[in-house]
């Protein structure tokens, strides 16, 4: 099972600021089949960024995937209220697994 | 408009079972696949299994195998969810999510309200 880490748990910035997650996978993913989602309290999660670095319909441009192999990194260019929430990171191309979560908080 | 609806809230003792269900419209049931994510309580995401609604093939987690069982009734586009022998660390929200795969889980563009689950003695 590829086991996906994280970075950091809780990130605190203001709006208006670029934040910057990334997501370590314990083996290669392949084909870049990494999807990231944003979730709000009370809320399913809703789908950002697939196959890496594609945007799915509707998601702002500020929002941006990048990476490839074990190391992969989702990119908000200016926090806008809306933004903070909760991201997970998932991988598609081994079975299916999600990262433990990182929470933008405000600062 | 694509909408999943899932059923209430169920209060379960050990042991027992559960059955969710997840009513798709806005979209021809049969052309995805239909996957399976449960949260507990403070927690993250938990992927559970696949089920494709063309022809019912299926992908459990391997953690779940032999309690859990997805199915399909393209007669009424719904999708169902069943755990069996049910422990106090099942209790979480389950997800319903389409998945835009016939084949094998991917990724999750629409996604039910969630069902609360809850079981204690």
């Known amino acids: 099972e590829i086991v996906l880490t994280q970075s950091p748990a809780t990130l605190s910035l203001s709006p208006g600021e670029r934040a910057t997650l990334s997501c370590g996978a314990s083996?290669?993913?392949?084909?870049?089949?990494l999807a990231w989602y944003q979730q709000k309290p009370g809320l399913a999660p809703r789908l950002l960024i697939y196959?890496?670095?594609s945007r799915a319909t509707g998601i702002p441009d500020r929002f941006s995937g990048s990476g490839s192999g074990t190391d992969f990194t989702l990119t908000i260019s200016r926090l806008e209220p809306e933004d903070f929430a909760v991201y997970y990171c998932q991988q598609y191309g081994s079975s299916l697994t999600f990262g433990g979560g990182t929470k933008v908080e405000i600062k | 408009q694509v909408q999943l609806v899932q059923s209430g809230a169920e209060v379960k003792k050990p042991g027992a079972s559960v059955k969710v269900s997840c009513k798709a419209s806005?979209?021809?049931?049969?052309?995805?696949?239909i996957s399976w994510v449960r949260q507990a309580p403070g927690q993250g995401l938990e992927w559970m299994g696949w089920?494709?609604?063309?022809?019912?093939?299926?992908n459990y987690a391997q953690k779940l195998q032999g309690r859990v069982t997805m199915t399909t009734d393209t007669s009424t586009s719904t999708a169902y969810m069943e755990l069996r022998s049910l422990r106090s660390d099942d209790t979480a929200v389950y997800y319903c999510?389409?998945?835009?795969?016939?084949?094998?889980?991917?990724?999750?563009?629409?996604w039910g309200q969630g069902t609360l689950v809850t079981v204690s003695s």
């Open positions: 806005g979209y021809t049931f049969t052309s995805y696949g």
């Open positions: 083996q290669s993913v392949s084909s870049s089949y």
């Open positions: 196959d890496a670095s």
């Open positions: 999510a389409r998945d835009r795969s016939l084949v094998g889980a991917t990724i999750f563009d629409y």
């Open positions: 089920i494709s609604a063309y022809n019912g093939n299926t």
